[in-house]
């Protein structure tokens, strides 16, 4: 059974920069069947999708154009995790935010199964 | 980039009911590239279809998803007490790859 326990603080100040942890039990980062995604949600924006790391005989990142100059996400194979860092971040960034193993089948697209437990994230000074 | 609309907003409905939950696609979506989650206060999504119509390991039989194209559809065939929660419909496609609908409440009537 695959898990995914997130950490990382709950209050950032505006333009610093966010950065959280996805620890990953039952899969490995450098598997070459899934994806690691982070993905947060607000009132205001609903779900949206951050981006991604991946693994296919190299490392492979995709962003969300939103967030696309602001947003790193890179995988830890020593400890099987992987993590975000977002820079400069405004009131606007304020959410929960989650990571998720993502699957791809050619037939039937991409989902996100399962999911961390979510980190409640709230840029203020 | 591929937006989803979920309709109706919110849907009340009785234990014991059928529940019909949309999803609307502004361009064809590729294949079968839909997924539907389900989401509890507090609680992280939870896949239940994949695929549109492929339910997820442990997902009950009551759930089913259809469509293609640009509309799709999730089922609920017998109402539980516990499947009242906010539903939501996820397409990967191009750019971006993920897009997510807005979300269908299903509540108590």
């Known amino acids: 059974q695959v898990q995914l326990q997130q950490s990382g603080p709950g209050l950032v100040k505006p333009s610093q920069t966010l950065s959280l942890t996805c620890a990953i039990s039952?899969?490995?980062?450098?598997?070459?069947?899934?994806?690691w995604n982070w993905i947060r949600q607000s009132p205001s924006r609903g779900l949206e999708w951050l981006g991604r790391t991946y693994y296919r005989s190299k490392w492979y990142n995709d962003y969300a154009v939103s967030v696309k100059s602001r947003i790193t996400i890179n995988p830890d194979t020593s400890k099987n995790q992987f993590s975000l860092q977002l820079n400069s971040v405004t009131p606007e960034d304020t959410a929960v935010y989650y990571c998720?193993?993502?699957?791809?089948?050619?037939?039937?697209?991409?989902?996100?199964?399962?999911w961390g437990q979510g980190t409640l994230v709230t840029v203020s000074s | 980039e591929i937006v989803l609309t979920q309709s109706p907003g919110t849907l009340s409905l009785s234990p014991g009911e059928r529940a019909t939950l949309s999803c609307r696609a502004s361009q064809s979506v590729s294949s079968s590239y839909l997924a539907w989650y389900q989401q509890k206060p507090g609680q992280a999504p939870r896949l239940l279809i994949y695929?549109?119509?492929s339910r997820a390991t442990g997902i009950p039989d009551r759930f089913s998803g259809s469509g293609s194209g640009t509309d799709f559809t999730l089922t609920i065939s017998r109402l539980e007490p516990e499947d009242f929660a906010v539903y939501y419909c996820?397409?990967?496609?191009?750019?971006?790859?993920?897009?997510f609908g807005q979300g269908t409440k299903l509540e108590i009537k």
């Open positions: 695929g549109a119509s």
């Open positions: 998720a193993r993502g699957l791809y089948h050619i037939l039937k697209g991409i989902w996100f199964d399962p």
């Open positions: 996820q397409q990967y496609g191009s750019s971006p790859p993920v897009t």
């Open positions: 039952g899969d490995s980062v450098s598997s070459n069947s899934a994806a």
